[in-house]
T-cell receptor, first 113, second 112 residues
């Protein structure tokens, strides 16, 4: 089955620690995205990548970093510089081009205390 | 700047009643339009999308939406609500470069 895998489902970290969230897709999509979801705020774009070895900042990139070394993988690192990292993180992918929808992973809920 | 407005963060309907969730976008360029559904602690699932052609779009689970360019709207409807429709619904738009803009979501509650 083709799809997007995010792991782990739940993640707990202490304040001051960096943490990396995994996102893997086997849909052969060129474009991948990371969103942050907070109650009542919809989805906010953190980073996106349209091709391997290239990525762009989204609306709330501060305190986050990404890499895109392989087409299938787009890991997100939440650094200690992110002031309020506790949130639900969603990874998505899509075919590059006009009008194609995004496919979403199941999400990772990160709690930092 | 592009934006998407979903009127009503919470909507409550009775089982069997009409579901109407509102979405308006602000852009002079007609976008590609999407509705997604999200169940608690899960990812988003595509319900339907409008790209070109017929302005009334049918999706999964009996939902449909109509693109009205003059009103810059893409409201989601379902004739008869089912308990399983209780979820959060997101409207989204995209333009030419694979960047998507999401509304803040509408939580649908279905009363028995």
């Amino acid at each position: 089955d083709g799809g997007i895998t995010q792991s782990p489902k739940y993640l707990f970290r202490k304040e001051g620690q960096n943490v990396t969230l995994s996102c893997e897709q086997n849909l052969n999509h060129d474009a991948m995205y990371w969103y942050r979801q907070d109650p009542g705020q919809g989805l906010r774009l953190i980073y996106y990548s349209q091709i391997v070895n290239d990525f762009q900042k989204g609306d709330i990139a501060e305190g986050y970093s990404v890499s895109r070394e392989k087409k299938e993988s787009f890991p997100l690192t939440v650094t200690s510089a992110q002031k309020n990292p506790t949130a639900f993180y969603l990874c998505a992918s899509s075919i590059t081009g006009k009008g194609y929808e995004q496919y979403f992973g199941p999400g990772t809920r990160l709690t930092v205390t | 700047a592009q934006s998407v407005t979903q009127l009503g963060s919470h909507v409550s309907v009775s089982e069997g009643a009409l579901v109407l969730l509102r979405c308006n976008y602000s852009s002079s360029v007609p976008p590609y339009l999407f509705w997604y559904v999200q169940y608690p602690n899960q990812g988003l699932q595509l319900l339907l999308k409008y790209t070109t052609g017929a302005t009334l779009v049918k999706g999964i689970n009996g939902f449909e939406a109509e693109f009205k360019k003059s009103e810059t709207s893409f409201h989601l409807t379902k004739p008869s609500a089912h308990m399983s429709d209780a979820a959060e619904y997101f409207c989204a738009v995209s333009y030419n470069f694979n960047k998507f803009y999401f509304g803040s979501g509408t939580k649908l509650n279905v009363k028995p």
